[in-house]
């Protein structure tokens, strides 16, 4: 594997006595999507302000290179980064938005041009941003961190919000930079659509590294099982357990038995009398090795 475009280490944040990130360490590479999950609270954005050195650390380091991100000499060159779609300012188009950004590193509009063709908005350019669509800011801010054609790519929840179209376009837009060999990390809780387009994962819970590899060894080491749905959850959850099976329960009366086959599942309910209303196999897939790694915390 080719040199990290970024090398994450032992990076640490408290406020007022409490860690938040807690000794985390990990790589990204050139022509790779890391998906970086976690549920609510897991010090994910936190961890991201650090990278781009929008919060001291308290212990760590993230290096682009052999530098930090304030280190860099013209940082648009080396990171492009989205961590939140603003409107814009109200009077300017979105030519002019990223004019203005392009002015700040001696960028030539002739850029400017060539990416607002490649984001799709050439024909809105003259548009005001401020009257821009949620789709289409996306686009504009994609737009303002590719500028400086940097070899690294940070995106901070890029899914939200998103229609099923602009997924889609976000998904390619997605691969196709990494096809051209840039370094990209993205936040999402959006794991279905995580799954089509990452080829490595972080996954940090409570402010801890729990995992991180390709994806494809992450989720063929999840645990198969049975998904169910049953009129007593608790007595079958406890029948379950007792029977040395772990479970995880979800939507009230629905629950997942990790490493269960159906025959098993289905003898413990009938020795218990206990009814089951639906019962199927579950299959491994990022979803499942989410919850696997992180207990069943809500993402």
Known sequence: ??????????????????????????EVHPGRVTGFVGPNGAGKTTLLLMV???????AGTARFGDK????LPTPMRA????????????????????????????IPDTRVDELLELVGLAGDAGRRSAEYSLGMRQRLALAGAMLGDPPTLILDEPLNGL???GIRWLRGFMTDRAAEGRAILVSSHQLTELQHVATDMVVIDKGKLVAQGPITSLVSGAQAGMWLRTTNPDGLQTALETAGLTVLRQDGDGMRVNGATGEQVGRIALEHGVVVTELYPMVANLEQTFFDLVGGSAS
Not at 1 to 26: C, H, I, N, Q, W
Request: charged share 25%; aromatic share 4%; hydrophobic share 35%.
């Open 52 to 58: 781009l050195g929008l919060a001291r650390p308290a």
């Open 79 to 106: 990171v492009g980064a989205v961590l939140e779609i603003a409107k814009g300012h109200p009077g300017r188009s979105g030519r002019d938005e990223l004019r203005v950004m392009a002015a700040t590193h001696q």
């Open 163 to 165: 229609d099923p179209q």
């Open 68 to 71: 930090t991100y304030r280190e």
């Open 1 to 26: 594997m080719s040199e990290p475009s970024l090398v994450v280490e032992g990076l640490t944040k408290r406020y007022e006595g409490r860690t938040v990130v807690d000794a985390v360490s990990f």
